[in-house]
């Protein structure tokens, strides 16, 4: 199994941070930055948040600017396999748009206009509401992909 995070970035509009991915998975889908986490090297879920906000957007966060959303675990999900995903969000705004990255462009896109941008599936059925509700606990969502687009959520 993967392990990766997704980083929640917002800006003072209540728009989120959204990449147009160049590469799999979900490539040509727009979705926040992150990436996956350096099992090697024991790389914690915080240490990945603040590592790929640098690499990928120019940030520099610390663990403290960083807080759980919540944790998606997919079964299958297409071109990666059986993943777990951390969602971090940050705490604090940033208004400037990071430049492209190899792993793509980005846009700060208002959750009112998500409908009219090609979003990954998982995202759109089972992440974005519970990440714009803002619940005070974090979250805990298991997803069987292997008919994807047709996913089952397995924890209910």
Same mark, same amino acid.
């Given at each position: 199994?993967?392990?990766?995070?997704?980083?929640?970035?917002?800006?003072?509009?209540?728009?989120?941070?959204?990449?147009?991915?160049?590469?799999?998975?979900?490539?040509?889908?727009?979705?926040?930055?992150?990436?996956?986490?350096?099992?090697?090297? #024991?790389?914690?879920?915080?240490?990945?948040?603040?590592?790929? #906000?640098?690499?990928?957007? /120019?940030?520099?966060?610390?663990?403290?600017?960083?807080?759980?959303?919540?944790?998606?675990?997919?079964?299958?999900?297409?071109?990666?396999?059986?993943?777990?995903?951390?969602?971090?969000?940050?705490?604090?705004?940033?208004?400037?748009?990071?430049? #492209?990255?190899?792993?793509?462009?980005?846009?700060?896109? /208002?959750?009112?206009?998500?409908?009219?941008?090609?979003?990954?599936?998982?995202?759109?059925?089972?992440?974005?509401?519970?990440?714009?509700?803002?619940?005070?606990?974090?979250?805990?969502?298991?997803?069987?992909?292997?008919?994807?687009?047709?996913?089952?959520?397995?924890?209910?």
């Amino acid at each position: 199994m993967k392990l990766a995070t997704l980083l929640y970035i917002i800006n003072t509009r209540g728009e989120y941070l959204l990449m147009k991915r160049l590469k799999s998975p979900n490539k040509g889908l727009m979705s926040p930055p992150g990436g996956k986490l350096d099992i090697i090297s #024991a790389e914690s879920p915080l240490d990945c948040s603040i590592r790929e #906000a640098f690499e990928e957007c /120019h940030l520099t966060t610390c663990a403290s600017d960083w807080k759980l959303r919540g944790i998606l675990t997919e079964k299958d999900y297409p071109d990666i396999g059986n993943i777990m995903i951390f969602l971090m969000e940050l705490k604090f705004f940033i208004d400037i748009l990071p430049k #492209a990255c190899n792993e793509g462009e980005f846009f700060f896109i /208002h959750p009112d206009d998500f409908n009219k941008y090609e979003i990954p599936v998982t995202d759109k059925l089972f992440l974005w509401n519970r990440i714009i509700m803002n619940y005070e606990e974090p979250f805990i969502i298991s997803l069987d992909c292997k008919y994807y687009p047709d996913i089952q959520q397995v924890n209910v």
